[in-house]
C-alpha cells in the first residue's frame, strides 16, 4: 500500500483509569473469579481459548436446551452454540419477570415535546406479547420477514421483540430515510409485513410516515399488511383489507404468548448498512451468538449495573440501537433512556437536561453529536448538572483528540473514561475497543475485545506492526453477521477473499508502540500524497486541534504529480470568521501538527458537511464534486443543501 507516515499523530496524552471504578467493575470483577491478574493476561487467556471465554459468557444466558459445542468454525461460516436451543426475547423478557426485576423500569422514553412514557419490564412484556399475537394472526411464521419503518418510539422496540418472540425475522429502516430506500429494502427482504406510524415531528414538524409510504406500497409484491401506529393522529388515507391500526389488531390479543424456540442459528434480523460506499447490504444476524455477543460487550466494556441509567443516544434503524438500545441492555436487565428528538432541539441544551433529569449514568454518542456541541459551545452543557454520568461512549466515526478532550473535560468533568468503540453493523457488537480498566489516549479504540484477533496487514497479505494496513480480524466471534441476505457470493467476496479465512473490515488502522489501534477511516477515503498514505482521519484531526476549526472533511484530487491533492474544508466555530488568513494559518497548523506532505492544498469554508442519515461525513460525495464528477447516490444523505454549499465553495 506505500509508504507510510508514522509520525502522523502523535498523541502523548494518557488517562489512567480511575482505580475505585476499576476495583469495582464487572470485567475485574470476572477477572478476580477467574485468578486473572491484569489486562494483558486477559487478553492472552482469552485469546488462547475464545470457546471457553464464550462458553463462560454464553451460561449467563436462558437455553431451553443447552448447545452441544461452542463454535464451529468452516471460514468463513461460523455456527456458535451448535444445537442450542434458544430466543433473545425470552432471554430480554421473560426471564427478567420471573425474577426480581419483573417492575424495574426498562424503558423512560421522552418524545421531542416532551412527553414521557414509562415501561417496566412486565409491561414491556405484555406489550410484546400482544403484538406478537396479532402478527401470528396475520400468518406471521417463523422465518418470514417483517419490515419495521418506525421513529424512535417505544412501538419499534415492542415490534422487534414481538417479531423475535414468534420467530420472524425483523429488517428495521431508519425511518429518517425517503420511502424509497424502504421499499428498495422491503422488496429485497421479501416481506409480508410493514410495521409503520402515521408520522411524528421533527424540530417541531409533523412528518408523515405512513404518506411516504402510500408512494411505494403498491412496488413490493410480498407485502400483505401494512400495521400503521397512531403516533400523531394526524389524517391518512388507510387502504382498505391492507392497512390496519395497532392499537386495533392489539386490542383483543392476550397478554401471554409462547416464545417459539428458536435453534441457536437461527436468523434474528436483516438490517441494511447505511449505504457509504454503495448498494446497501442485507446484514444477517442470529438470535443465539449475536445475543452472547452485544450482551458480553454491553456488560464489560460499559460496565452496566442494576442501578445504572444507561443511554445510548442512537437511533434504533441503526445497528447501534439495535444492539445496545434494544437487545444488549434488555438482556441485562437495565433500565435506559429512549429519546425521540434531535440533540439541539428546542435548544443546545436538550441532551444535558435529559442527562440531569433521569440521572443519566452512562451515556453513548457519535463524534458527529459532539463536535455539533463543540460549535454550541461548553456553556450549555455548564447549566445542567451531570454528576451522575460515570462513563461516556463514542461510536460512528474515528473521534478526533480534540473532540475526545472536550467531551471529556465538559461532558464527564474530566472524571468519566471515554469507551472509543470500533465496530461495524457486520460485527454486531464492539470489537476494538478500551474496557474500564484501560489506559486511555484520546482518538484510540484501544485493542481488540478478549479473544478477538485483530491485524494490520499490507496489500500483500504481510502483518504490519508499523504504520497504516487494513484492519481484519482474524478469528469469528459470536456476534458476527452470519451472511448478506439473498446474497452469499457477495458475503464472501466482499468480506472473505482478500485474504484467506480473514474477515475484511474495510477500514484502515495503524497500530502505536503500545499496540493500540488507531482508525483511520474508510479504504476508500485515505489519501495517496507523493507515494505515502495519509489518513483522512489525521488530517481532519490536525485541523480540528486548531482552536477556530469545529470539523472538517479531507478528500484527494488527482495530481498528475503529486498522485493526489489534498482538499480540505471546514467548518468553523460560531464565532470565527471565514477569511484567506485564515486559510494559511490552517495550512501552517496542519504542517507544524503532521508534517508539510499534509498541508491541504486546497480549503474550503462551509457552514456544513454532507453526512449519512447517521451522522457520518459522506467523503464520497465531496470528492466527487472536487473531481467534477456525478455524485451517485445520494438517497441516503441526511443533508442535501450542503452538497450545494460545496459548490459555493470550490
Ligand atoms: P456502509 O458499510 O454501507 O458504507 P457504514 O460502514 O457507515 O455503512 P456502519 O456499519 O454503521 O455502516 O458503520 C461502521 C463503520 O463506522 C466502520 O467500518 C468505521 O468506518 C466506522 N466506525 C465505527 N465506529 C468507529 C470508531 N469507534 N472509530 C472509528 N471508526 C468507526
Ligand atoms: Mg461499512
Not at 160 to 167: D, K, V
Not at 187 to 214: E, H, M, N, P
Not at 406 to 419: A, D, E, L, T
Request: hydrophobic share 40%; glycine share 8%; net charge negative.
Amino acid at each position: 500500500m506505500g509508504k507510510n507516515l508514522d509520525a502522523l499523530l502523535k498523541e502523548e496524552r494518557i488517562f489512567k483509569p480511575d482505580e475505585e471504578l476499576v476495583s469495582n467493575s464487572n470485567i475485574k470483577q470476572w477477572m478476580d473469579m477467574h485468578g486473572i491478574k491484569n489486562y494483558d493476561e486477559l487478553l492472552e487467556k482469552s485469546a488462547a481459548n475464545p470457546e471457553w471465554f464464550w462458553d463462560e459468557m454464553a451460561r449467563d444466558l436462558v437455553w431451553f436446551e443447552d448447545y452441544n459445542e461452542v463454535l464451529e468454525w468452516k471460514a468463513p461460516h461460523a455456527s456458535w452454540f451448535l444445537d442450542g436451543k434458544f430466543n433473545i426475547a425470552y432471554n430480554a423478557l421473560d426471564r427478567h419477570i420471573k425474577s426480581g426485576r419483573k417492575n424495574k423500569l426498562a424503558y423512560i422514553w421522552e418524545s421531542e415535546k416532551g412527553e414521557v412514557r414509562k415501561f417496566t419490564y412486565f409491561e414491556l412484556y405484555r406489550e410484546v406479547n400482544r403484538l406478537a399475537n396479532a402478527l401470528k394472526k396475520m400468518g406471521i411464521k417463523k422465518g418470514d420477514r417483517v419490515s419495521i419503518y418506525l421513529p424512535m418510539i417505544p412501538e419499534l422496540p415492542i415490534a422487534m421483540l414481538a417479531c423475535a418472540r414468534i420467530g420472524a425475522v425483523h429488517s428495521v429502516v431508519f425511518s429518517g430515510f425517503w420511502a424509497k430506500a424502504f421499499q428498495e429494502r422491503a422488496k429485497d427482504a421479501q416481506s409480508k409485513v410493514a410495521i409503520t406510524a402515521d408520522g411524528f415531528y421533527r424540530r417541531g414538524k409533523l412528518l408523515k410516515l405512513k404518506d411516504t409510504l402510500d408512494e411505494v406500497m403498491e412496488h413490493i409484491p410480498s407485502l400483505e399488511k401494512v400495521v400503521v401506529v397512531k403516533n400523531t393522529h394526524c389524517d391518512l388515507d388507510m387502504k382498505k383489507g391492507r392497512d390496519v391500526y395497532w392499537e386495533e389488531v392489539i386490542q383483543n390479543e392476550s397478554m401471554e404468548c409462547s416464545c417459539e424456540e428458536m435453534d441457536s442459528e437461527d436468523p434474528l434480523f436483516i438490517l441494511y448498512t447505511s449505504g457509504t460506499t454503495g448498494k446497501p447490504k442485507g446484514v444477517l444476524h442470529t438470535h443465539g451468538g449475536y445475543a452472547v455477543g452485544a450482551s458480553t460487550t454491553l456488560k464489560f466494556v460499559f460496565d452496566i449495573k442494576d442501578q445504572d441509567i444507561w443511554w445510548c443516544a442512537a437511533d434504533i434503524g441503526w445497528i447501534t440501537g439495535h444492539s445496545y438500545i434494544v437487545y444488549a441492555p434488555l438482556i441485562l436487565g437495565a433500565t435506559s433512556v429512549m429519546f425521540e428528538g434531535t440533540p439541539d432541539y428546542p435548544d443546545p441544551g436538550r441532551f444535558w437536561e435529559i442527562i440531569e433529569k433521569y440521572g443519566v449514568s452512562i451515556f453513548y454518542t457519535a463524534p458527529t453529536t459532539i463536535r455539533l456541541f463543540m460549535k454550541y459551545g461548553e456553556k450549555w452543557p455548564q447549566k445542567y448538572n451531570m454528576n451522575t454520568l460515570r462513563i461516556l461512549g463514542s461510536v460512528g466515526e474515528p473521534i478526533n483528540p480534540e473532540a475526545w478532550m472536550w467531551y471529556h473535560q465538559h461532558i464527564g468533568n474530566r472524571k468519566c473514561p471515554i469507551m472509543d468503540t470500533w465496530w461495524q453493523t457486520e460485527t454486531g457488537m464492539h470489537l476494538i475497543t478500551p474496557l474500564p480498566i484501560t489506559p486511555l489516549k484520546p482518538g484510540s479504540a484501544v485493542k481488540p475485545f478478549p479473544t478477538i484477533k485483530a491485524e494490520i496487514k499490507d496489500d500483500e497479505g504481510n502483518t504490519l506492526t508499523k504504520g497504516g494496513g487494513h484492519l481484519v480480524i482474524k478469528n469469528p466471534w459470536p456476534a458476527m453477521f452470519r451472511t448478506l441476505f439473498g446474497e452469499p457470493e457477495r458475503y464472501v467476496e466482499s468480506y472473505w477473499s482478500k485474504f484467506p479465512d480473514t474477515y475484511l473490515s474495510g477500514d484502515v488502522a495503524r497500530l502505536d508502540q503500545d499496540g493500540y489501534y488507531w482508525i483511520q477511516g474508510r479504504e476508500d477515503d485515505v489519501l495517496n500524497v507523493a507515494g505515502h498514505r495519509i489518513s483522512t482521519a489525521e488530517v481532519e484531526s490536525a485541523l480540528v486541534s486548531h482552536p477556530s476549526v469545529v470539523e472538517s472533511a479531507v478528500v484527494g484530487k488527482p495530481d498528475l504529480l503529486k498522485g493526489e491533492e489534498i482538499s480540505a474544508f471546514v467548518v468553523l466555530g460560531e464565532e470565527y470568521q471565514a477569511d484567506p488568513q485564515l486559510k494559511n494559518e490552517l495550512r501552517d497548523h496542519v504542517r507544524k501538527e503532521i508534517g508539510p506532505i499534509a498541508s491541504p492544498s486546497y480549503i474550503g469554508f462551509v457552514d456544513d458537511l454532507p453526512k449519512t442519515r447517521s451522522g457520518k461525513i459522506m467523503r464520497r460525495v465531496i470528492k466527487a464534486k472536487v473531481k467534477s464528477e456525478d455524485v451517485g447516490d445520494t438517497s441516503t444523505l441526511a443533508n442535501p443543501e450542503s452538497v450545494d454549499a460545496l459548490d459555493r465553495a470550490i
